[in-house]
C-alpha cells in the first residue's frame, strides 16, 4: 500500500486554478505534518508549502505566496493544495510529503523527510 498518493494535476492555461490532493494511507495522519515540493525538469526539487499537524501553522515558498494555499482534513487523511492564478514557471511534477517534525519540511534537507508521494505533473500553459 503506497502510503502518499496524490493526485488532481493536469494542463491549465496561465491564470487558472488547480486543486491537488494527497491521500495517506496506511499511517496516523495527525502525527505528520504535511507538504508540497515540486520538480520542473532540469531544475532541483524546491519546497512549496507545508501546514502542521492540527492545520494551525503554514509555510509557503515566496514564489506562491498569495496564489496557493495549503489545507488538510485529518477526519479524511487528506492534504490539498490549492493553487490560483497559474504561471508557466509552475510547471512540474508536484510532490506530497510528510513528516512528523513540521520544520523539517520547509527548512530540513528534504531527502530525509519520512514520506513521500510518487508524483502528479501540473503543466500551465501561456
Known amino acids: 500500500q503506497v502510503p502518499l498518493v496524490e493526485s488532481g494535476g493536469g494542463l491549465v492555461q496561465a491564470g487558472g486554478s488547480l486543486r491537488l490532493s494527497c491521500r495517506v494511507s496506511?499511517?496516523?495522519?495527525?502525527?505528520?505534518?504535511m507538504g508540497w515540493f515540486r520538480q520542473a525538469p532540469g531544475k532541483e526539487r524546491e519546497f512549496v508549502a507545508a501546514?502542521?499537524?492540527?492545520?494551525?501553522?503554514?509555510y509557503y515558498a515566496d514564489s506562491v505566496k498569495g496564489r496557493f494555499a495549503i489545507s488538510r482534513d485529518n477526519a479524511k487523511n487528506m492534504q490539498y493544495l490549492e493553487m490560483n492564478s497559474l504561471k508557466p514557471e509552475d510547471s512540474a511534477v508536484y510532490y506530497c510529503?510528510?513528516?512528523?517534525?513540521?520544520?523539517?519540511?520547509?527548512?530540513?534537507?528534504?531527502?530525509?523527510?519520512?514520506?513521500w508521494g510518487q508524483g502528479t505533473l501540473v503543466t500551465v500553459s501561456s
Open positions: 501546514i502542521s499537524q492540527n492545520g494551525d501553522n503554514t
Open positions: 496506511g499511517r496516523t495522519f495527525s502525527d505528520y505534518a
Open positions: 510529503a510528510a513528516d512528523r517534525t513540521f520544520l523539517s519540511i520547509p527548512a530540513g534537507d528534504d531527502r530525509y523527510l519520512e514520506l
